[in-house]
């Protein structure tokens, strides 16, 4: 099993800055990709940020200059620093990750989320 635990969610005044947390636990063996992904009340879950085992990163259009996606791979671990936030950021923010466990094959496995609120 692999268990992911995220944290840093809340509410936030525009302008203003949170970091979110995702640590990924369990019978890992190799990871592959962590991601960041958001979902808004009435649409769809897209993506925020995504980071390879190469730190390759990749950002949404909306994420590009004011989020920055990092990772520790000693602690399977990824981060998201979110700046200058807007109203427009608000969402339940999930974390994913994709490797492979030992023994068992790959995993694709989501986080529970975390909700980001950005009001004055």
């Known amino acids: 099993q692999v268990q992911l635990v995220e944290s840093g969610g809340g509410l936030v005044q525009p302008g203003g800055s949170l970091r979110l947390s995702c640590a990924a636990s369990?019978?890992?063996?190799?990871?592959?990709?962590m991601g960041w992904y958001r979902q808004a009340p009435g649409e769809q879950r897209e993506l925020v940020a995504r980071?390879?085992?190469?730190?390759?990163?990749n950002y949404a259009d909306s994420a590009k200059g004011r989020f920055t996606i990092s990772r520790d791979g000693a602690k399977n671990t990824v981060y998201l620093q979110m700046n200058s936030l807007k109203p427009e950021d608000t969402a339940v923010y999930y974390c994913?990750?994709?490797?492979?466990?030992?023994?068992?094959?790959?995993?694709?496995?989501w986080g529970q989320g975390t909700k980001v609120t950005v009001s004055s």
């Open positions: 994913n990750v994709v490797g492979t466990r030992r023994f068992f094959g790959s995993f694709d496995k």
């Open positions: 369990g019978s890992i063996s190799s990871i592959n990709t």
């Open positions: 980071i390879t085992h190469g730190d390759i990163t």
